[in-house]
């Protein structure tokens, strides 16, 4: 890598290890802290910043790169699509059921691969193209693989994409449809997460004994556009956090609820939040709420718990037809709580019927189409209202993650065993 072809934006000052405190060049470093393993987190000079609410309402509302004074790479450098600059869009039957004052849905559906993933692909690929590599490589639940390879694509890069077998076709479909090569692999994300190691480093002892090896894994060159492997993803997605501010007038909802499965998009907006507030651009920051399905629920059992981080969940106990937050080991956990912790926010868990009906509840009385992984945060929502979690003047954000005509599949099919059970003139008054 060469250290002067790395452009970097004013305020962004360094990698700094989430663990062990160092701090890193950017130029120098890509990926985990070299002295301990660590997560790095791109940190910034906020003084440095220029912008104001001004400037940036006066900027056309077109991609995510128009916060470019608080992303690591300029504009011109970036490896984008037009992702971000997604609607809030009000939803007043939502805000009449769950006895609040507003609420609204972010619908990251609207992005170019149909998921907030775009976002955190964008920034990755863009440090990928900064640091002159030629490949790149994750492991993913599907849509940041669908993602990976759209954005290698636009940059000429090759993407080596690991799914689960459970990923749905759409994922593994457009993945190569993109030029990505795709890996299946038997299983969980967990699994996939396996594969991707044993690539990329070498399979382990275990899995080696009495056999011959020599020379390098076949990914020994691979860049990684990984889950907190990068140092860019959550850094780009923090972009939904900015978005949800500025879209209400410089002004936080009192609370935002978010279908965690890792964990990135809620640090995400945590992050993004929190510069908003140091900058002065709003006086608050929001409640965070991690929804999950109960099916693979490990933060929320974490944070029932108070516990510091998770316990992973065995892949045979995960229930949930949810794949984006099929996640049974969220690595960062512990940020995750942190986060949720400092906010004044919570968790949740809701059931795959309760979900997918929230998922149809939501089609059916706000026209917005929803992924069934994101229906987890409205049906959390509802369970969080019942639970009094809200005020009645309280403005409510929830994510749509994703595109709902991704998983036509598993609503489709809910749809089918509630007209079998005969339940579909029930909550939706359809
Ligand atoms: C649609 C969708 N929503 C939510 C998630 C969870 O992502 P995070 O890592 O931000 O918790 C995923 C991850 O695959 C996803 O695909
Ligand atoms: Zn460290």
Redo the contacts with the bound molecule.
């Keep these: 890598m060469d250290e002067q072809t790395v452009a970097t934006t004013t305020a962004f000052e360094a990698l700094r290890c989430v663990d062990c405190d160092a701090s890193h060049d950017p130029a120098e470093v890509t990926h985990r802290c070299p002295a301990c393993g660590g997560i790095l987190d791109p940190e910034y000079d906020l003084d440095a910043v220029t912008v104001t609410p001004e400037t940036l309402t006066a900027r056309p509302f077109e991609s995510m790169w128009r916060y470019e004074e608080l992303l690591p790479f300029p504009r011109s450098a970036a490896v984008s699509l037009a992702e971000g600059a997604t609607p809030l869009l009000e939803c007043p039957s939502l805000a009449e059921e769950m006895g609040v004052g507003a609420v609204y849905l972010k619908d990251e559906g609207r992005n170019p691969t149909g998921?907030?993933?775009d976002r955190g692909q964008s920034a990755a690929v863009t440090a990928a193209s900064q640091h002159d590599a030629d490949e790149i490589a994750l492991n993913?639940?599907?849509?940041?693989g669908q993602s990976a390879a759209a954005y290698a694509a636009r940059a000429d890069l090759e993407a080596h994409v690991f799914l689960p077998d459970r990923a749905g076709f759409t994922q593994q479909a457009m993945t190569e449809v993109h030029g990505g090569d795709l890996r299946t692999v038997a299983g969980e994300i967990t699994d996939a997460g396996s594969a991707y190691w044993d690539a990329v480093e070498g399979p382990s002892d275990e899995d080696t004994a009495g056999t011959e090896s020599g020379g390098d894994p076949e990914g020994a060159s691979w860049y990684s556009t990984k889950?907190f492997v990068t140092p860019y993803r959550h850094d780009g997605?923090k972009t939904m956090g900015h978005e949800i501010l500025e879209q209400l007038d410089f002004r936080s909802p009192d609370a935002v609820v978010?279908?965690?499965?890792?964990?990135?998009?809620?640090l995400g907006v945590h992050k993004g939040a929190h510069e908003f507030r140091e900058l002065g651009f709003v006086d608050d920051t929001p409640a965070l709420y991690a929804a999950q399905a109960e099916g693979c629920a490990p933060v929320v059992d974490a944070w029932e718990r108070g516990a510091d981080e998770h316990e992973a969940v065995p892949e045979s106990e995960i229930t949930t037809a949810c794949?984006?937050?099929a996640?049974p080991d969220?690595g960062a956990s512990p940020l995750l709580l942190d986060a949720i912790e400092e906010s004044g926010g919570g968790a949740v868990a809701t059931d795959d019927h309760a979900i997918l009906d929230a998922a149809l509840t939501v089609a059916r009385t706000e026209g917005i189409e929803i992924?069934a992984?994101?229906a987890a945060a409205v049906s959390g929502a509802f369970a969080l209202a019942d639970r009094g979690a809200f005020g009645a003047d309280d403005t409510v954000v929830l994510l749509n993650?994703?595109a709902g005509n991704k998983d036509v599949d598993t609503l489709r099919a809910h749809l089918g065993e509630r007209e079998t059970a005969g339940a579909d003139q029930t909550e939706t008054g359809a």
Excluded: D, H, Q, R
């Design positions: 998921t907030f993933k993913s639940a599907g849509n940041a889950t997605k978010y279908p965690t499965g890792g964990g990135v998009g809620l794949n984006g937050i996640v969220p992924g992984t994101c993650t994703g």
